[in-house]
């Protein structure tokens, strides 16, 4: 994601809606269990938001943009990614953000709408490297830990949320609704800027996904791709090792 959520107000409200449904639903119920489970799913979190925008920051360097190096973005320094709002949105909510790493188009002046393409496209394909390698650790650990202890299934749950999370990462930001990259995506290959409803969809499309989050709408398509993805990845591992 290269650009973040506009309306600091609508974010508060959005927030404490959430937080209300997640205590409707059951989610902090068993204290003890749902801080375990978070704890040993934070390090798939940051290493999910870190690769994914250090893949933004890097491209756009590498493709001759000095604005992240400026800014200290192109690094794996988490501190330089993570959105302390939104980390603490998606550990007690279910969704968050991490800090959108800024890009200056007009530096390409050649193939702009190629470069920022590659940019777009850089962090999803980070997640879907990092999920399809950490697959295979997962199945080495199914396979090979035969009765082990506490240790082994703190150690699979941990590289499972690695997995779970970089393809959640993947997908959400594939998603062809602004700030999401999916859309940066679609624009840069349809050319969408020429398109006289461009600028008002881009403007409101924080607000269109957000409402969309709150509904359950983006909930009912992901969880179920991204289970889809896992057993697929598991199946691959599985013949290969």
């Known amino acids: 994601?290269?650009?973040?959520?506009?309306?600091?107000?609508?974010?508060?409200?959005?927030?404490?809606?959430?937080?209300?449904?997640?205590?409707?639903?059951?989610?902090?119920?068993?204290?003890?269990?749902?801080l375990f489970f978070t704890l040993i799913s934070l390090p798939g979190i940051v290493i999910g938001i870190t690769f994914h925008e250090f893949a933004?920051?890097?491209?756009?360097?590498?493709?001759?943009?000095?604005?992240?190096?400026?800014?200290?973005?192109?690094?794996?320094?988490?501190?330089?990614?993570?959105?302390?709002?939104?980390?603490?949105?998606?550990v007690f909510v279910g969704f968050g953000w991490g800090r959108p790493v800024q890009v200056n188009p007009y530096v390409f002046k050649k193939n702009r709408r190629l470069a920022n393409l590659i940019i777009d496209v850089a962090g999803v394909v980070t997640n879907l490297i990092i999920a399809f390698i950490c697959t295979a650790l997962l199945v080495y650990i199914q396979n090979s830990a035969t009765g082990g202890g506490i240790g082994v299934f703190v150690l699979y749950n941990i590289v499972y949320f690695i997995v779970y999370f970089n393809i959640?990462?993947?997908?959400?930001?594939?998603?062809?609704?602004?700030?999401?990259?999916?859309?940066?995506?679609?624009?840069?290959?349809?050319?969408?800027r020429r398109q006289p409803w461009y600028r008002t969809f881009?403007?409101?499309?924080?607000?269109?996904?957000?409402?969309?989050?709150?509904?359950?709408?983006?909930?009912?398509?992901?969880?179920?791709a991204v289970n889809k993805i896992m057993i697929a990845f598991e199946t691959v591992w599985s013949i290969i090792i």
């Open 202 to 224: 881009y403007n409101y499309g924080s607000i269109i996904l957000l409402f969309l989050i709150m509904m359950r709408f983006i909930a009912l398509i992901l969880v179920p």
């Open 1 to 34: 994601m290269r650009r973040g959520f506009n309306g600091n107000y609508l974010m508060i409200f959005f927030l404490i809606i959430m937080v209300v449904n997640s205590i409707r639903s059951g989610r902090y119920d068993s204290p003890g269990q749902w």
């Open 56 to 90: 933004h920051a890097y491209s756009a360097w590498k493709l001759g943009d000095q604005t992240p190096m400026a800014q200290k973005r192109v690094t794996l320094n988490p501190l330089a990614h993570i959105d302390p709002i939104g980390i603490i949105a998606l």
């Open 168 to 192: 959640v990462l993947m997908l959400f930001n594939l998603i062809p609704i602004p700030p999401l990259d999916g859309f940066g995506i679609i624009t840069e290959i349809f050319d969408l």
